[in-house]
């Protein structure tokens, strides 16, 4: 038949080895945030120190030698410590699950209990909640009642805490929450009157069990909804990329580019046919970027810029003059974006000009990113009307924007003054491509 003692060690050893297994699967579980590892990696850390150490105690009170006597007084000291941290640590943990429902513990309250929970532990190690005896034996102090206080009250203040924010919690969670919060209190209470079990102990281990299945729970209901978000993201990038192709094969283009090979066919069979070759590479690429899922090396995109600004001055040379100036291509871009762009400073920017003009793409390293300019000295327009969705016919630029922002964490910025001109900026962080 168990005694007391032996039930209580039982009972502790069993929290020890569940803690383990808690404090593993901490460390191993990666859908975690970073923060709530290291958190529940001490919480489970300081309960296997506080039920291991008043398990070893348990085991070594009464005895003779001086392994017991360090076993004995070692053991209740840890109990004491670790338990008052852990009290520290599931406040902390407590006030960062209720800041994700917008009604985090008061910041106050966080520093009184941290600081009253080391102070506790001087308390403890001055042996003022207990004392060992010279046969080895445990015995309570006259302030013993004040550590079990201690544990009330903030357990007490944590869960009206919980309370008062309960309609911001699921019923899984605000369960799990006041579990943890009242049954260390009620726990205490009880361990102030009756000696020989570890009900704080006991209570501990199955409040840290509940919160790690909650947490998971939470977790898994959270990275459900990020890759819901992301599966989103995928389904509105690639309707950006539709709409990116889409807005390069304009009928106007295809139209204006067929009759100008019909005409070569008469006057330059050997131009006609390198128009047909550019205008299906043209159309091959565009296609192409229906598939294209991440971005593309610069090179391949001034290439189809190229044969893009190759195909609009096949009507008239004159009109339209344009500089590749490629200093760099060690870097990628979405596909279509400069393209898009490109397409833009022609119709919109020297399509204004009766006399047509100059379009320059040029690419350039700085210490910390790529840049890619399109610079037009077009008619203008205005920017803001633009950047605030005011102007559908720039549509392409914020398509652009937004792909790049998505795919490579770039940015676009452009200047652009009537009757001047426009300067679209390019760029992309270095290791910025996803």
């Not at 070692?74 to 852990?86: E, Q, R």
């Not at 699950?97 to 506790?120: G, H």
């Amino acid at each position: 038949m168990f005694s007391i003692r032996e039930l209580n060690v039982s009972l502790e050893l069993w929290g020890v080895a569940f803690s383990v297994v808690g404090l593993v699967c901490s460390l191993l579980l990666t859908r975690f945030q970073n923060d709530y590892r290291k958190t529940f990696a001490a919480l489970f850390a300081l309960n296997i120190v506080s039920e291991g150490g008043d398990a070893m105690a348990g085991i070594c009170r009464g005895e003779s030698g001086e392994l017991a006597w360090i076993g004995t007084h070692v053991g209740n000291l840890s109990t004491f410590v670790a338990g008052f941290l852990l009290v520290a640590v599931l406040t902390m943990y407590l006030h960062n699950r209720m800041k994700e429902t917008k009604a985090p513990l008061p910041t106050i309250w966080l520093k009184c209990v941290t600081y009253s929970s080391v102070l506790m532990c001087l308390f403890a190690a001055l042996n003022m909640f207990y004392h060992i005896d010279e046969n080895n034996l445990y015995h309570r102090s006259n302030l013993y009642w004040v550590s079990g206080a201690y544990i009330v009250a903030v357990f007490l203040v944590n869960a009206m805490f919980v309370l008062r924010n309960w309609r911001s919690l699921d019923a899984f969670s605000l369960f799990c929450m006041l579990f943890y919060t009242l049954s260390p209190a009620v726990s205490a209470c009880i361990q102030v009157t009756v000696y020989g079990i570890n009900f704080l102990a006991i209570s501990s281990t199955l409040g840290l069990i509940l919160i790690f299945m909650e947490m998971q729970v939470s977790s898994a209901a959270m990275y459900a909804e990020r890759t819901k978000e992301l599966a989103q993201s995928e389904v509105q990038l690639a309707e950006s990329r539709m709409t990116a192709m889409v807005s390069q094969i304009q009928p106007h283009f295809i139209f204006n580019t067929l009759d100008t090979i019909y005409g070569l066919c008469d006057e330059d069979v050997e131009r006609a046919k390198e128009a047909i070759a550019s205008f299906s590479r043209y159309l091959r690429t565009n296609l192409a970027s229906l598939r294209q899922t991440v971005p593309v090396p610069i090179a391949t995109e001034i290439q189809h810029v190229r044969t893009y600004l190759e195909l609009e001055r096949m009507a008239d040379k004159n009109r339209l003059q344009y500089v590749l100036d490629v200093r760099v291509t060690g870097f990628l871009v979405p596909a279509l974006s400069v393209q898009t762009l490109v397409e833009n400073a022609v119709k919109h920017g020297l399509g204004g000009r009766e006399e047509g003009g100059l379009v320059t793409v040029s690419t350039h390293e700085l210490a910390d990113e790529f840049t890619v300019h399109i610079v037009d000295d077009g008619v203008g327009f205005n920017t803001n009307a633009i950047l605030n969705n005011m102007d559908s016919t720039h549509v392409g630029i914020l398509n652009t924007k937004a792909r790049l922002a998505t795919m490579c964490n770039g940015s676009l910025d452009i200047v652009s003054t009537p009757n001047e001109g426009t300067t679209v900026t390019i760029r992309i962080p270095k290791g910025g491509a996803k």
